[in-house]
């Protein structure tokens, strides 16, 4: 097969997807929403809008000088500022009204403050280390019969590199492109190495069938045949599962748009992970075990 | 064979007959007006978030440092239920007030207070009567000619409101049966939940201090046979006395009980309310406020089900053009997957917020994978000029052990995610984890038994064509 074959091109681009990733968080870093720093958001509609300098002289008037001013829509404004009480926030709202003498309707409105912010970061920090865990073990025991030619953990620790991988590189885009990083993105990247994992799992499987029935000798054919058995399957059930995505941007609400987007570049390089590197890999291993 | 057949036929009736279950128990409108199905739908609605109905919540910090920690519990219970009580009067349909436990692993413990308020958007308003200390108040009973004003007022009011006529509020029904005292909770010491020795009935004890104990005194020289009713938070609009003991005697030590028909639970409740004198926390601090308006809600609400629509007809449409007749079927599956999953939604009252459909979605997609892996197995088995049943046997027993592997990583996935969640997190790893479960279910078992069903035999050229997949004759 000559993804088996050609493993050292796709290790390579591999590599350098995950480096320029890295380079984009080091150079760039999260932009941390709300939910994790602590902070506050207000949607508003008008019936006509006042221009954007005289809602920033209003803010900057009223004590909110640090606030970040979006028009969005044809009569909406967003404002992003630091966490509020209740009176602050009637402030807020007085100030964007231009001191009550437009006509506006409050949409949304939230504010987090640093204590759940804080503690939201750290419980996702705790949650991704969980489901990496709780995944390597799973495979560690689900492959626990398989010995012959590569050990049983060898398999966990390949998935935990396609993992890392598949969480890499995503977030990476996602701070690339200046999106903001909430806790609904830490819920897709999750959720991206469960079905990451899924695919792997299949090929995986696949290869520890073969093995059984000893289709062939050479580890590298028994894994390539094994690629070339579940490859239409990798394919289109990520590809199933990326036209519910594609819906859910163009269609579904818009809070979870983002969320979306980052599932979607999820999927497609996990599935990339699964077949292009998992397996690739295991062959890599054994060729590097044999040479000792 | 036949077996088979009925037991399809039975899997679809069911399937629709569910279907149409959830149609009926929506609320329809008919010239502006609710018809068929209304009690039933009164009983079983969607039951939707915050982010889709509109609403505000807000979590609060509760400051127990000066409790003990054994009665931690006690006071928070007694927390909410004050605040519900106020809650309450403001009219809104399902508030939500729960207690949150926050901590143990990421740092110290901490007492938090969620408060739900679908359709208000008042946030002010709210705050302001979260926020506000208790009153609890003894008033006394008016005098007899009073009490029989009032009484008339309230037969009067009761009347024309059964006849449909303007509804007048006089002055006497505004004033309410009882007459205020200076008695308030800031001379209350202590209230306590007490059993009676020998009939272990409960019993409340309240014990008033030097102060108190002296107008209790009074209160109850003058008022031996008739009621003294204790109110909290009437000024915020409680206007039922949380209790109305008769006196039997004057009590002169400025030590009271009150007994009756209480259960337990009932006198708990009272004792709690009767020490709230004061919040029964050190603080309370507002930590976050999420306001949507009501028109945001049901936009987001729509966009989502559009969403799912679309995605289903996606799904549905790649698998007939790629898998054919086995396609099909799937798309059968699918279908009563969704069924089963709406079902399990309305009649379990699990709450979807717009990420919860997002899981839902992403469900759908991930659904026919177990379809896909046993099709794509099927057409090996086919190649290898195996009969169309032999071939569909095989492709079910073959794929099941990467079906079951691939989904506990998902589960798995859910499980975290569930306990990592705030609200937003939870709805969305309960509808992914359960349709990951329900739909390992219906990929197997329905598909299964609708494929078996279907009357081909053998592997002519008729059948490789159902069975084959891709825009490409089966090699």
């Given at each position: 097969m000559f993804i088996v074959k050609y493993r050292k091109f796709f290790f390579t681009l591999s590599a350098i997807v995950i480096a320029l990733s890295f380079f984009a968080m080091l150079t760039k870093g999260f932009n941390a929403g709300i939910d994790f720093k602590g902070g506050s958001i207000i949607e508003v509609a008008y019936e006509t809008r006042p221009d954007f300098e005289a809602l920033k002289g209003s803010l900057d008037g009223a004590g909110f000088a640090d606030a970040r001013v979006q028009l969005a829509g044809d009569n909406d404004v967003m404002v992003k500022t630091h966490a509020l009480s209740e009176a602050d926030h009637q402030?807020?709202?007085?100030?964007?009204?231009?001191?009550?003498?437009?006509?506006?309707?409050?949409?949304?409105?939230?504010?987090?403050?640093?204590?759940?912010?804080?503690?939201?970061?750290?419980?996702?920090?705790?949650?991704?280390?969980?489901?990496?865990?709780?995944?390597?073990?799973?495979?560690?025991?689900?492959?626990?019969?398989?010995?012959?030619?590569?050990?049983?953990?060898?398999?966990?620790?390949?998935?935990?590199?396609?993992?890392?991988?598949?969480?890499?590189?995503?977030?990476?885009?996602?701070?690339?492109?200046?999106?903001?990083?909430?806790?609904?993105?830490?819920?897709?990247?999750?959720?991206?190495?469960?079905?990451?994992?899924?695919?792997?799992?299949?090929?995986?499987?696949?290869?520890?069938?073969?093995?059984?029935?000893?289709?062939?000798?050479?580890?590298?054919?028994?894994?390539?045949?094994?690629?070339?058995?579940?490859?239409?399957?990798?394919i289109n059930t990520s590809l199933t599962v990326m036209l519910v995505l594609a819906a859910l941007y163009f269609y579904g609400p818009a809070s979870t748009k983002d969320f979306s987007l980052i599932l979607w570049i999820g999927i497609f390089v996990g599935t990339y992970s699964s077949v292009f590197i998992a397996s690739p890999l295991l062959v890599e291993l054994e060729k590097r075990q044999n040479r000792v | 064979m036949w077996k088979t057949r009925i037991g399809a036929l039975l899997l679809l009736i069911i399937g629709g007959g569910l279907g149409f279950l959830i149609y009926a128990s929506e609320p329809k409108l008919h010239e502006g007006k609710v018809v068929y199905g209304q009690d039933f739908a009164q009983k079983f609605p969607f039951k939707l978030g915050l982010d889709l109905s509109g609403g505000v919540q807000l979590v609060y910090q509760a400051d127990v440092t000066s409790i003990k920690p054994a009665e931690v519990k006690d006071a928070m219970d007694s927390l909410r239920d004050v605040i519900e009580r106020r809650i309450n009067t403001f009219g809104v349909s399902e508030p939500i007030v729960q207690i949150e436990e926050k901590g143990g692993i990421t740092g110290p413990v901490e007492e938090r207070l969620i408060v739900e308020l679908p359709g208000i958007t008042d946030v002010k308003r709210a705050v302001e009567m979260i926020g506000q200390t208790p009153k609890l108040e003894f008033m006394t009973e008016r005098s007899k000619a009073e009490l029989e004003a009032y009484n008339n007022a309230v037969e009067k009011f009761k009347a024309d409101q059964a006849a449909g006529k303007p509804l007048v509020i006089p002055a006497e029904l505004l004033a309410g049966p009882y007459v205020p005292t200076e008695l308030n909770g800031r001379f209350l010491d202590r209230a306590n939940l007490e059993f009676d020795p020998t009939t272990r009935e409960p019993i409340v004890s309240i014990v008033f201090d030097k102060e108190g104990s002296d107008l209790f005194a009074k209160i109850t020289k003058e008022n031996v046979g008739k009621t003294v009713a204790i109110y909290l938070d009437r000024d915020l609009g409680n206007n039922e006395p949380i209790s109305a003991p008769v006196v039997r005697e004057a009590i002169l030590g400025g030590k009271a009980q009150i007994t009756g028909n209480f259960t337990p639970e009932e006198a708990k409740t009272l004792v709690g309310r009767l020490n709230s004198g004061a919040l029964p926390v050190d603080k309370l601090e507002l930590l976050s406020t999420e306001t949507i308006s009501a028109p945001l809600g049901a936009k987001a609400l729509n966009a989502g089900i559009l969403a799912a629509m679309w995605g289903l007809v996606v799904v549905a449409g790649f698998l007939v053009l790629w898998y054919r007749l086995p396609g099909v079927v799937a798309t059968v599956a699918l279908a009563i997957y969704v069924i089963l999953m709406l079902v399990l939604f309305k009649f379990f009252g699990i709450t979807l917020t717009a990420a919860g459909i997002a899981g839902f979605i992403l469900s759908i997609g991930m659904a026919v994978d177990a379809n896909i892996l046993i099709f794509e197995r099927t057409k090996e088995e086919l190649r290898k000029g195996?009969?169309?049943?032999?071939?569909?046997?095989?492709?079910?027993?073959?794929?099941?052990?990467?079906?079951?592997?691939?989904?506990?990583?998902?589960?798995?996935?859910?499980?975290?995610?569930?306990?990592?969640?705030?609200?937003?997190?939870?709805?969305?790893?309960?509808?992914?984890?359960?349709?990951?479960?329900?739909?390992?279910?219906?990929?197997?078992?329905?598909?299964?038994?609708?494929?078996?069903?279907?009357?081909?035999?053998?592997?002519?050229?008729?059948?490789?064509?159902?069975?084959?997949?891709?825009?490409?004759?089966?090699?």
């Open positions: 402030g807020l709202t007085s100030a964007l009204s231009l001191g009550g003498t437009v006509q506006m309707e409050e949409k949304r409105f939230s504010s987090i403050g640093p204590t759940i912010g804080k503690e939201l970061r750290s419980k996702a920090w705790i949650a991704i280390v969980l489901v990496i865990l709780g995944i390597v073990l799973f495979i560690a025991y689900a492959f626990r019969h398989v010995s012959e030619p590569i050990s049983s953990w060898k398999y966990g620790a390949i998935t935990t590199f396609t993992l890392l991988h598949d969480i890499v590189v995503p977030a990476g885009v996602f701070v690339w492109l200046g999106k903001e990083v909430d806790t609904l993105f830490v819920v897709a990247l999750l959720s991206i190495m469960g079905v990451s994992v899924h695919d792997t799992i299949v090929v995986f499987d696949r290869i520890r069938e073969n093995l059984k029935l000893k289709i062939s000798n050479d580890f590298m054919v028994t894994v390539g045949t094994s690629l070339r058995q579940t490859f239409t399957r990798s | 195996h009969g169309v049943h032999d071939a569909v046997r095989e492709g079910f027993d073959r794929a099941w052990t990467s079906i079951r592997d691939s989904n506990i990583s998902s589960i798995i996935t859910a499980i975290i995610l569930f306990w990592f969640g705030s609200s937003l997190i939870k709805g969305f790893a309960l509808t992914f984890g359960l349709g990951v479960i329900v739909s390992m279910f219906s990929a197997i078992t329905i598909s299964r038994v609708l494929l078996f069903a279907l009357p081909f035999k053998g592997h002519g050229s008729v059948v490789r064509a159902l069975f084959g997949s891709g825009f490409f004759k089966l090699k």
